[in-house]
């Protein structure tokens, strides 16, 4: 049994900053891709931020130079700090994870999401 926990969301004012934490838990033989989605109300769930092991991280377009996505993989964990937030990124921010399990094979793992709420 696998499990990602978030926390750290909550409601900021336009210009603050928040940072979202996720640690995955339980069976893991090995952890490969860690990052974020959100989903906003009535849209889509769209990338954030991945950040694979060794290699390229990735950022959507529109949090380029604001949100900066790290790992500390000692202790699986993945990190989202968010500065010059706006009301636009408000949404429910979600973590994943690709995780191999003991007993062979991979799949993606998903946090319960933590709402984030920018007030303008």
């Known amino acids: 049994q696998v499990q990602l926990v978030e926390s750290g969301g909550g409601l900021v004012q336009a210009g603050g900053s928040l940072r979202l934490s996720c640690t995955a838990s339980g069976s893991i033989f090995r952890v490969t891709a860690m990052g974020w989605y959100r989903q906003a109300p009535g849209k889509q769930r769209e990338l954030v931020a991945t950040m694979p092991s060794g290699g390229t991280t990735i950022y959507a377009d529109s949090v380029k130079g604001r949100f900066t996505i790290s790992r500390d993989n000692a202790k699986n964990t993945v990190l989202l700090q968010m500065d010059s937030l706006k009301p636009e990124d408000t949404a429910v921010y979600y973590c994943?994870?690709?995780?191999?399990?003991?007993?062979?094979?991979?799949?993606?793992?998903w946090g319960q999401g933590t709402q984030v709420t920018v007030s303008s």
């Open positions: 994943t994870s690709r995780i191999t399990t003991p007993v062979g094979g991979f799949r993606d793992y």
